[in-house]
């Protein structure tokens, strides 16, 4: 962009490109941007570089503690960007991966989670085992990775972090299938509530969201979907479902998925309900109402590690919790 601009520009007209990457998360945006962890400002190393990054710095020095302010190269800060994003999604990734391990040899992954979690080395955040990581940002950033070492000549770097994508897909199939196989091996026509379409609580958004790949699979499964997500707009899980099987008929979608008004309408007559995302309502769900319209055997897949396994359990239902190995 630099040498365009340089280019292009009027004789004497001076200029400095900063780099200066924005962290906050949807859902706590402006908490994020009053409170950062950190602001990065990245320059040219020359002295017009850094005294345009001085200036930046100033303006956020009104509310951001200047210690939290770091100035670096213009690379190390378009990289820093990047590998945040990468290293919290490995971190996602390698729960998620023992979380496999768990279901097959009994282990409880939020007790693993916590106990590797308390070694102050490790940290305890971002260790929430899911049916899978979603967002704009974590997918297109670890792939701007790979782009960026497979352009430098490094495989093996870019092979490193790819299977960082690579588990979170097989975390996401690896839960359909799941769901599958304890229907005893055939969902056809049977009836599946899904809450949640939102790649994260407090969030309308949809982008990369696990819930998309889920309700894919269940339709190619000849299952029936009802859906129910408390802020994504009808019309945009239309498009996500469209965009997602698009050699699908819209018709054929719209006769297998219905999206429904409430939890509890979306449990109506179900064989199984499907938590995909953590709203805080679903903790507050009356499962005993639920239970009572549900065929059974009646089945809770939780993908998000939100139900009280034993309550259910003693209203009658037959649970499943991601990373969690109990037999049904
Ligand atoms: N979503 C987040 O949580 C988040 C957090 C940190 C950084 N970011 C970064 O912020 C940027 C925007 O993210 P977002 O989630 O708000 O995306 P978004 O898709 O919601 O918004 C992008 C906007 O830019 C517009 N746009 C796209 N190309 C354009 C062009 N050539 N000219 C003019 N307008 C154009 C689009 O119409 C859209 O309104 C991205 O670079 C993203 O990596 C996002
Ligand atoms: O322990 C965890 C934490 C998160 N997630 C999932 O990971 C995804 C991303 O979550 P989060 O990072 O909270 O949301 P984003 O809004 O995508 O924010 C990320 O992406 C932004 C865009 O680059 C960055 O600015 C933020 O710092 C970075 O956290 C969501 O699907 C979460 O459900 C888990 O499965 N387990």
Redesign the pocket.
Known sequence: MRTILEANSKPNCKFQILSN????????AIA?LFSPDRVLIGSLQTQEGKDAAVSLAEVYAHWVPRERILTVGLWSSELS?LA??AM??Q??SS??ALSAICEATGANIDEVAHAVGRDSRVGP??????????????Q??ILNLVYLSESLHLPEVAAYWRQVVEMNEYQKRRFSKRVVDTLFNTITGKRIAVLGFA???D?G?TR???AITLVKDFVAERALVNLYDPKVPHEQIWLDLAEAMPVTPAATIQKQVQICGSALEACKNAEAVVIA??WKEFREIDWETVYAGMNKPAFVFDG?MLIDVEKLRDIGFKVAVIGRGERL
């Not at 955040?125 to 974590?138: H, P």
Request: aromatic letters at 12%.
């Open positions: 990457p924005e962290f906050l998360a949807e859902g706590t994020d960007k945040a994003n919290l999604a971190r996602i729960i998620n955040k971002f260790l929430k085992a899911s049916v899978g990581f979603g967002g704009s940002c974590f297109k950033d790649f994260k609580a969030t958004d990369e969201s696990a995302t953590e998000r």
